[in-house]
């Protein structure tokens, strides 16, 4: 890590104007690469609002998407013909490559056996041991989005504890999920500003407060009125704050005393190894979800328990009235998504398969950081596993207050865009580069070089402004 000290006002603003002027260079070039695909979104999204099924699918640094036309492994090409090694993968979604031929298989296996019915398939209960024994929890759900998976995990730990109030650390992302979308506003939990259509005051029943602050921690669980803490083990969701060490022993030993249930939100950290941080790492949690890569790609997410949760969820399950849960959507627990999430446990989610993925990671880590080094960059590289990004400041981050601090807007999407154009995929949120399965050491090298290029032109660029 470089112990430069941070920039300097002047040196920022020279860096980010010309990071500025890098970046309308550079997509102009992205533009001109991709007629049809420019064409193909002016022309013909007229049936979806704004031009795309998904409006997140204009959050990318790119003037427009690229429209694509195949995607295997860790490569996407897109209509115009241009194909790239892809480090986004689907913001996780295809963590193991975009369709693992495994999970393709069991896609095709289904012809004669139906999608879904509203009962158990003859895959199910072997999934659900496989989830059993990789992930340390004895009891699982199945939902089809990670979003539902966390919202249904939370709704289990109020019914448990009998208790509201849902505890997050601030800068987190946990999905759709209203009750965790709140930022921490001058040491007040309020509803995130870019919330749409929000009615109920969420700081009734939230409380945001800063990532690696145990006496903060210590403070909001002290009445005991915290169902749950809900948490991922690295936060990955602004920039990468790694846990201080210490901090999950704490977190968990301060939630045991107060009566609040763990919840682990695996989603993006299942790139640590094959059982996520938590089997890594000895975490204890008392729920964990996990959603996007657990199939393979197809959408699908699962909830597991200690058998102490499962048997006051069934309880609590007796307790209140049969009916409308509010736990459970149709399409959950379908055949379908067992046998992918069957095949991906089995035969994609392999010890062989993080081998890989580890490996290259932690090359472009000690490529990318030697490129800081030598350009005498305040900047580092976070890493938790198959995932990593670089951070704008020689120190770790502590928190999300400290990571909106160390932004540097102009910088990030220029870098996203001249590493594009050099045929890489990154992640359109901070840059984030997710090193899937099938990425070689000659990938990984040249992933390097072309970081180095694009700093080069950009460190280049801010001293002729300053
Ligand atoms: N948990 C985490 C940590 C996430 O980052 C996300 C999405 N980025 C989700 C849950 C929600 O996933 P989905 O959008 O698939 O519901």
Redesign the pocket.
């Known amino acids: 890590m470089s112990s430069q000290p941070d920039f300097s006002a002047s040196s920022f603003r020279a860096f980010e104007s010309a990071a500025a002027a890098l970046y309308a260079r550079e997509a102009e070039v992205y533009a001109e690469r991709r007629p049809r695909s420019s064409a193909a979104c002016r022309d013909h999204g007229a049936g979806f609002i704004s031009n795309v099924p998904l409006h997140w699918m204009l959050d990318w640094p790119m003037p427009f998407p690229m429209v694509v036309a195949e995607a295997q492994g860790v490569h996407i090409a897109d209509i115009d013909g241009n194909r790239l090694t892809d480090f986004c993968l689907g913001?996780?979604?295809a963590m193991f490559g975009h369709a693992p031929p495994p999970v393709v298989r069991a896609l095709a296996g289904l012809e004669t056996r139906g999608f879904t019915f509203m009962l158990p398939s003859a895959d199910a209960f072997a999934a659900g041991d496989l989830l059993a024994a990789r992930f340390g929890l004895p009891h699982w759900q199945v939902a089809t989005?990670?979003?539902?998976a966390?919202r249904f995990a939370i709704r289990a730990a109020r019914a448990v504890t009998r208790r509201a109030k849902v505890l997050v650390f601030d800068g987190c992302?946990?999905?759709?999920v209203e009750d965790t979308l709140v930022d921490l506003v001058d040491g007040r939990t309020i509803a995130r500003r870019s919330l749409i259509g929000q009615v109920a005051d969420l700081s009734q029943t939230t409380v945001a407060i800063p990532f690696n602050d145990l006496d903060a921690l210590r403070q909001a669980l002290a009445a005991g009125d915290v169902a749950c803490v809900i948490a991922?083990p690295v936060m990955?969701?602004c920039s990468m704050i790694l846990p201080e060490p210490g901090f999950h022993e704490a977190l968990r030993a301060l939630t045991r005393t107060a009566g609040t249930l763990l919840l682990i939100?695996e989603?993006?950290t299942l790139s640590t190894g094959p059982g996520g941080y938590t089997r890594v790492h000895g975490l204890e949690p008392d729920l964990m979800?996990m959603?996007?890569p657990i199939a393979g790609g197809v959408p699908a997410?699962v909830w597991g328990m200690t058998a102490e949760v499962a048997e006051a969820f069934a309880a609590a399950r007796d307790r209140d009235e049969h009916g409308h849960s509010g736990i459970g959507t149709t399409l959950s627990g379908s055949a379908l998504q067992l046998a992918c999430l069957r095949a991906c446990l089995e035969e994609v989610m392999t010890e062989e398969a993080y081998t890989v993925m580890l490996d290259r990671a932690a090359e472009i880590e000690a490529g990318v950081a030697s490129v800081i080094r030598s350009f005498g960059l305040p900047w580092h590289v976070a890493r938790v596993g198959a995932r990593l990004e670089v951070v704008f400041r020689s120190a770790p981050l502590r928190n999300a207050a400290e990571a909106r601090a160390a932004a540097m807007p102009e910088t990030e999407r220029a870098l996203h865009m001249m590493l594009l154009n050099r045929g890489f995929l990154l992640t359109p949120f901070h840059n984030m580069v997710l090193v899937g399965p099938g990425v070689t050491n000659a990938e990984a090298a040249a992933f390097v070089a072309a970081f180095a290029d694009a700093v080069a032109e950009l460190s280049s660029s801010a001293e002729a402004i300053q």
Do not use: L, R
Request: zero cysteines.
């Open positions: 913001d996780t979604g989005t990670a979003s539902d966390n992302y946990h999905g759709t991922e990955t969701n939100d989603t993006h979800v959603g996007k997410a």
